[in-house]
C-alpha cells in the first residue's frame, strides 16, 4: 500500500532552519510529482512548494521563495524540503503528497486537488 511519512519537524526560533524529509513506501516515488503543503488550525491546507517528477520543474508561494528549497531522490524515493530564515507564520502542520500520477514528467502545480496521496504530516513551530 501506497505511504508518505513525514519526519524532521520540531519546534524553531525564528530565523532558524529546518528540513523536512518525506519518504515513500511501497512505491516508486519517481512516478509521482511531489507537494509539500501546510495547514493551521482553522485554515485550509495551502500549497507551500511543489516538484516535478524530473526535478525539472519547482514551484513555490511568493511567501516561501528564497528561503524554501524542494528536492528529491528518487533513487532513495525520498523528498525534501529544507526551510531557511523561518518566520511564526510558517507554523502549521506540513505534509507532503504525491499526484495521481496525473502531472507530466516535468510539471508540477500546488493546487490541492492535483494530489491523490498524502502523509500524516510533521509539526513545524516557529516562536521564541
Known amino acids: 500500500q501506497l505511504q508518505l511519512v513525514e519526519s524532521g519537524g520540531g519546534l524553531v526560533q525564528p530565523g532558524g532552519s529546518l528540513t523536512l524529509s518525506c519518504a515513500a513506501f511501497?512505491?516508486?516515488?519517481?512516478?509521482?510529482?511531489v507537494g509539500w503543503f501546510r495547514q493551521t488550525p482553522g485554515k485550509e491546507r495551502e500549497g507551500v512548494s511543489c516538484?516535478?517528477?524530473?526535478?525539472?520543474?519547482?514551484n513555490y508561494t511568493e511567501s516561501e521563495k528564497g528561503r524554501f528549497t524542494i528536492s528529491r531522490d528518487n533513487a532513495k524515493h525520498m523528498a525534501y524540503l529544507q526551510m531557511n530564515n523561518l518566520k511564526p507564520e510558517d507554523t502549521g502542520v506540513y505534509y507532503c503528497?504525491?499526484?495521481?500520477?496525473?502531472?507530466?514528467?516535468?510539471?508540477?502545480?500546488?493546487?490541492?486537488?492535483?494530489?491523490?496521496?498524502w502523509g500524516q504530516g510533521t509539526q513545524v513551530t516557529v516562536s521564541s
Open positions: 511501497a512505491f516508486n516515488l519517481g512516478n509521482y510529482a
Open positions: 503528497a504525491v499526484d495521481g500520477p496525473t502531472l507530466q514528467v516535468s510539471e508540477c502545480v500546488l493546487g490541492r486537488e492535483n494530489y491523490n496521496y
Open positions: 516538484i516535478s517528477r524530473n526535478s525539472e520543474k519547482t
